[in-house]
């Protein structure tokens, strides 16, 4: 469904502005602009009045300066990926499309990192990278551009040993709301020299600058790679053995957790033989004595916790069928209701508080009667619910909202976070207060009102609560 | 050498405010003034006006509220082993010590991290945790304050494996030029819930807001460590197989480079037996299987490039005298040249153009004619050079002042940056243009005077040139 704002008073003359430049490469096309909305979840597409695709960072300066002046709002977009609305239009304006911006500029071997243009993806990259020994180890499922996993602060199954994009982005060039081209880093692996300003643009959203070009940390792809499941009794106890894990220095590169209603959807799905129980997923990392010695401590791990047994391979065969199975999960509880719609959300918890936290979710669940699997990068606390809504039901979507008010409140009591690596977009705003206090969103309105006076990239996101 | 500045206006009223609430503990003695001041290299001591003893968040606050009140500077100060000029007070004003805020508030050891006050010493913190099967790794040489590592985005032997302070603070208490007191992010790892202002505050070097507490990321104490020496021919060697070794994913913990000028200054000094050649140090943290597997494979490594033989133990009393050797490399260094200062400083570029940075370093350290020995922690492309400098020939301060600049050119042209990890302060004020880029330099300080609109946070430090 899609909900028309008004569009943004001077978009006509930017239009005018930029057609000498950009041609045809800005459209007021209704199907391009239909597909530059969210379009995921249960939120209103809000449709932008028009979509400008860019090919260089002078474009994109070029596009937003027009747009400052007269002051018509921003809205960057990469795949259009993310859950939470964040390339919605609500104040209409100008979508600046960058996944034609898809170059790969280059790859330092020895430095071990690579500069890319935002619109490549995540396995466009990783496909270019395979005969360097190196490889870019953020996952978080979708085939993201590179630009909006950074814009959003993505993480995903590798982050317990690998980290989140602010661990794997080096340096970043965007262009401010003035118009300013800024290159936030030099390419050292580390500098003291002044403001994080990398860090501030990692999941700024779109909302103090559009980025333009990235300069990334690469891994060496591991000698060896082994992998496998175990199933446990109760989410409780594969919690507890995720704890034990990472406490034992094992420098797991993977652990997932499948409650049982996943499980049975994956099994369905993939035809794997998975047991009717909670799952941990895992790999390892290293050289071939190395793996094999992580596959074999956990193993010893996991029983100790009641679980196992823990059939584990370094075939690579094997192991792309169990991280295929994992990654269609979303896909694989789409049958678990047919014609529901499935709203995937997300809480993080510090990890000791992570067992209560699904327990008592998945009590909730029970209670309310809901369709909703779980999955979980439990390294991180980080876990997902993707409750599955009859959408012509609304006694059952005001339940659902509900629930995930809940779930997150749940989350901020136990010291934990409203999203681990969805991000804020329109829908986790109304939490933004309760998580981080007054004071701290009014520093957060502080940077974005000294950067963005006029509230044009991106507005009603992240702190913005005017749309 | 001191120099007074005048008197900020307002101090008097401040010191009468704060009195009632602080008693002893703000004074103006003369010999506290002085130690409030930077005195560790050729930087004049700045004194501030008084010094405040703070002893909680609440009493940072009513200090901050104070002084702002009466437009007076605040420097925070933790035990004032920064090399860069950062608690000089070129504009008076009160230095705020939270030294006596140190205490451990908390270690959650199944979420691997604690909670500390600012005050509190690395090795305190690590002392602390001895039973706990955890440590905190970021380890400058220095038994710097958390606060003051957190304020310069501290690194040091351990970050090539361990990350810097940037990579280890989950979240952090602190008071904002106007009073607020803000805490950047919950205890989750991780979070996509706004701003990142964890990492802005993390190297912000007090100029921003003052730090009063902490929740840093702990580590699991390796099973096992194994550590030692290898000589190579030349710099250029030991730096490829630096490389060579991060490249074949072996995850060292330390890789520290010696030149051979501080190689015979740390054999005399610690009487172990080195060579006179540059020189790795390393260490591995692992399994038992693990580290002795890594430090074969790094001997093999140093082979092909001419290195060697790698001698390695994991006997811990071999390796502590080792590292005391490396940390003790400032003092041992000061027999180079007797009477004479030594001026640290540090730069960093993408490690594949550290061999040419170090060795053309080294050419002009020849041609010169200094004595500058060069240290690095190599596996982050970061070096550190100490030329010993005879303070009362001013031809010769002149020289190394030139020397340190071209060094920094060289590396910013190297694409890296004029510190690697001992900030900014006084000192590198002035290549931040260069680094950066005056768009990027003007967004810093977009950020600065919009936390900070009236400049009484640190004033005349990292982006401000007004002093």
């Given at each position: 469904?899609?909900?028309?704002?008004?569009?943004?008073?001077?978009?006509?003359?930017?239009?005018?502005?930029?057609?000498?430049?950009l041609?045809?490469?800005?459209?007021?096309?209704?199907?391009?602009?239909?597909?530059?909305?969210?379009?995921?979840?249960?939120?209103?597409?809000?449709?932008?009045?028009?979509?400008a695709?860019?090919?260089?960072?002078?474009?994109?300066?070029?596009?937003?300066?027009?747009?400052?002046?007269?002051?018509?709002?921003?809205?960057?977009?990469?795949?259009?990926?993310?859950?939470?609305?964040?390339?919605?239009?609500?104040?209409?304006?100008l979508?600046?499309?960058?996944?034609?911006?898809?170059?790969?500029?280059?790859?330092?071997?020895?430095?071990?990192?690579?500069?890319?243009?935002?619109?490549?993806?995540?396995?466009?990259?990783?496909?270019?990278?395979?005969?360097?020994?190196?490889?870019?180890?953020?996952?978080?499922?979708?085939?993201?551009?590179?630009?909006?996993?950074?814009?959003?602060?993505?993480?995903?199954?590798?982050?317990?040993?690998?980290?989140t994009?602010?661990?794997?982005?080096?340096?970043?060039?965007?262009?401010?709301?003035?118009?300013?081209?800024?290159?936030?880093?030099?390419?050292?692996?580390?500098s003291?020299?002044?403001?994080?300003?990398?860090?501030?643009?990692?999941?700024?959203?779109?909302?103090?600058?559009?980025?333009?070009?990235?300069?990334?940390?690469?891994?060496?792809?591991?000698?060896?790679?082994?992998?496998?499941?175990?199933p446990?009794?109760?989410?409780?106890?594969?919690?507890?053995?995720?704890?034990?894990?990472?406490q034992?220095?094992?420098?797991?590169?993977r652990?997932?957790?499948?409650?049982?209603?996943?499980?049975?959807?994956?099994?369905?799905?993939?035809?794997?033989?998975?047991?009717?129980?909670?799952?941990?997923?895992?790999?390892?990392?290293?050289?071939?004595?190395?793996?094999?010695?992580?596959?074999?401590?956990?193993?010893?791990?996991?029983?100790?916790?009641?679980?196992?047994?823990?059939e584990?391979?370094?075939?690579?065969?094997?192991?792309?069928?169990?991280?295929?199975?994992?990654?269609?999960?979303?896909w694989?509880?789409?049958?678990?209701?047919?014609?529901?719609?499935?709203?995937?959300?997300?809480?993080?918890?510090?990890?000791?508080?992570?067992?209560?936290?699904?327990?008592?979710?998945?009590?909730?669940?029970?209670?309310?009667?809901?369709?909703?699997?779980?999955?979980?990068?439990?390294?991180?606390?980080?876990f997902?619910?993707?409750?599955?809504?009859?959408?012509?039901?609304?006694?059952?979507?005001?339940?659902?909202?509900?629930?995930?008010?809940?779930?997150?409140?749940?989350?901020?009591?136990?010291?934990?976070t409203?999203?681990?690596?969805?991000?804020?977009?329109?829908?986790?705003?109304?939490?933004?207060?309760?998580?981080?206090?007054?004071?701290?969103?009014?520093?957060?309105?502080?940077?974005?009102?000294?950067?963005?006076?006029?509230?044009?990239?991106?507005?009603?996101?992240?702190v913005?609560?005017?749309?």
């Amino acid at each position: 469904m899609a909900l028309q704002p008004s569009p943004a008073p001077g978009i006509a003359k930017v239009i005018d502005a930029l057609r000498p430049i950009l041609g045809d490469r800005i459209t007021t096309a209704a199907a391009v602009r239909e597909q530059h909305a969210s379009q995921l979840t249960w939120l209103l597409s809000q449709l932008p009045d028009a979509v400008a695709f860019a090919e260089s960072t002078a474009e994109v300066a070029a596009i937003v300066k027009a747009c400052a002046a007269e002051n018509v709002p921003m809205i960057a977009f990469g795949t259009g990926t993310a859950f939470e609305g964040h390339v919605n239009a609500p104040a209409g304006g100008l979508s600046i499309d960058v996944s034609r911006m898809n170059r790969i500029l280059a790859v330092n071997t020895e430095d071990m990192d690579c500069v890319v243009q935002p619109g490549v993806t995540r396995q466009t990259l990783n496909s270019y990278l395979r005969d360097t020994g190196l490889f870019f180890p953020v996952d978080p499922g979708a085939d993201a551009s590179l630009g909006g996993m950074t814009a959003t602060r993505a993480s995903g199954t590798n982050a317990v040993r690998y980290g989140t994009m602010k661990d794997n982005v080096v340096a970043l060039t965007a262009v401010l709301p003035n118009g300013d081209v800024v290159r936030t880093a030099r390419r050292a692996r580390k500098s003291s020299a002044g403001y994080d300003l990398t860090r501030l643009m990692v999941g700024s959203e779109g909302t103090l600058g559009i980025i333009t070009e990235l300069v990334l940390k690469l891994s060496p792809v591991p000698e060896a790679v082994a992998g496998g499941i175990c199933p446990f009794p109760t989410v409780r106890a594969a919690c507890d053995a995720v704890i034990a894990t990472i406490q034992s220095a094992i420098p797991v590169a993977r652990i997932e957790l499948l409650d049982e209603v996943t499980a049975a959807a994956v099994r369905s799905h993939s035809g794997l033989a998975l047991m009717d129980s909670p799952l941990l997923l895992l790999e390892f990392h290293g050289s071939p004595q190395s793996v094999a010695e992580q596959s074999q401590r956990f193993g010893e791990i996991a029983e100790t916790f009641g679980g196992g047994p823990f059939e584990w391979s370094d075939k690579a065969e094997q192991r792309a069928k169990l991280w295929q199975a994992r990654h269609d999960a979303y896909w694989a509880c789409l049958a678990l209701r047919p014609g529901a719609r499935p709203i995937p959300t997300d809480v993080c918890v510090p990890i000791a508080r992570l067992a209560d936290c699904v327990e008592q979710t998945k009590a909730e669940i029970a209670e309310l009667g809901l369709i909703a699997p779980v999955v979980g990068h439990v390294g991180d606390g980080n876990f997902h619910v993707q409750p599955m809504v009859d959408m012509s039901n609304p006694d059952e979507i005001a339940t659902v909202k509900r629930f995930i008010e809940r779930m997150v409140e749940r989350a901020i009591a136990m010291d934990g976070t409203c999203t681990g690596e969805h991000g804020v977009g329109q829908e986790k705003r109304r939490y933004l207060e309760l998580e981080h206090g007054p004071e701290t969103l009014a520093l957060m309105r502080t940077i974005k009102r000294a950067i963005d006076p006029h509230n044009l990239m991106n507005p009603g996101k992240l702190v913005d609560n005017s749309l």
